[in-house]
């Protein structure tokens, strides 16, 4: 065998060596990726926290606006009857007051349902008991006396009104400057009702001590303003903070009107005074001219707490 014929067969005899391993190894094997796509996790979209329907419950102060009357200034003269007939015997100068001379700062207590319109609109209708505690007695009005042989002479009186209980009614609108979403949401919102508001009666005192009476002397005790519905309105700020989805807190405090009061002459107008000193009593007193039992519409500052859950 020449040299260059045992050079080809060595050539020949390397390819094969080289060849049969890779045959018999087969064909090349894919990786596996089963494994790894055990591993990876669907990434969930949060839940969506969308209920509309709502219902809370809360209260707070309301805060009277001092410029709210609840009777007029007048001086109205009273007679006594003698046979039917009546006779002039003096007149009683009464000043006016104003709520904060006759009530505290009451309290009120509220619940609430309503339904998101819109993600930025509720409708809501509100049940309300307000309450004011008639804590202070009217000051500076008098009594003017010329009834010889009995009495004569100026003498102060004083008066205790009832306190002042009210429960009624409201539709109205929220418009929230945040969506549903947010956790913190800023809102206005306007109202308008009706409440009920209980008769207010009245007492008046005299000091008598001038001729010999006491000086805490019960001289009236009758009705004053009428039990009656009155319109009402009120227009609030507020903030809501969403605790969860279904758990709010919110507070919020505005303006709120409600209309006058209609006044009762019917016991200011009949036998009322009862005075006495150690010589004589005089009874049927009865008053004249116009009457000062009017109060004016009514406006106050209510701020308001509340827990509201939405479903």
Not at 4 to 31: C, D, H, N, R, W
Not at 145 to 152: I, N, R, S
Not at 190 to 208: C, E, K, P, Q
Not at 225 to 231: F, G, H, I, M, S
Request: aromatic content about 14%; charged content about 20%.
């Amino acid at each position: 065998m020449t040299p260059s014929a045992l050079t080809k067969y060595f050539i020949v005899v390397l390819a094969a060596v080289g060849f049969v391993p890779a045959l018999m190894a087969g064909p090349e094997q894919l990786p596996d990726r089963s494994k790894e796509s055990k591993n990876v996790e669907m990434v969930q979209p949060p839940p969506v926290c969308d209920p509309r329907w709502y219902i809370s419950i809360g209260g707070g102060g309301d805060f009277n606006i001092g410029d709210t009357h609840i009777n007029d200034a007048v001086r109205r003269d009273f007679n006594v009857q003698f046979f039917g007939f009546p006779f002039p015997v003096g007149s009683a100068d009464i000043k006016s007051h104003n709520f904060d001379d006759v009530y505290d700062d009451g309290y009120h207590i509220q619940g609430e349902i309503g339904y998101a319109l819109t993600q930025h609109l509720e409708l809501f209708g509100s049940f309300r008991y307000a309450h004011a505690d008639a804590a202070n007695r009217t000051t500076g009005s008098s009594i003017s006396v010329d009834f010889p042989g009995v009495f004569t002479g100026v003498f102060p009186i004083e008066s205790e009104f009832e306190d002042y209980d009210s429960w009624g009614g409201e539709l109205g609108f929220r418009y929230y400057f945040l969506s549903r979403q947010a956790h913190w949401r800023p809102y206005l919102a306007v109202s308008g009702g009706a409440s009920h508001v209980d008769g207010i009666g009245i007492t008046t005192f005299a000091d008598l001590t001038d001729v010999g009476g006491g000086d805490d002397v019960q001289v009236f005790k009758g009705s004053f303003l009428e039990e009656n519905w009155v319109a009402t309105a009120a227009a609030v700020v507020g903030l809501e903070f969403n605790v969860t989805c279904h758990w709010t807190l919110g507070v919020n405090g505005g303006v709120r009107y409600a209309s006058r009061l209609d006044d009762d002459d019917s016991d200011l107008n009949r036998d009322g005074f009862s005075i006495a000193n150690g010589f004589a009593t005089v009874r049927s007193f009865r008053f004249a001219n116009e009457s000062n039992n009017n109060s004016g519409d009514r406006w106050t500052v209510p701020v308001t707490g509340y827990l509201k859950f939405r479903f």
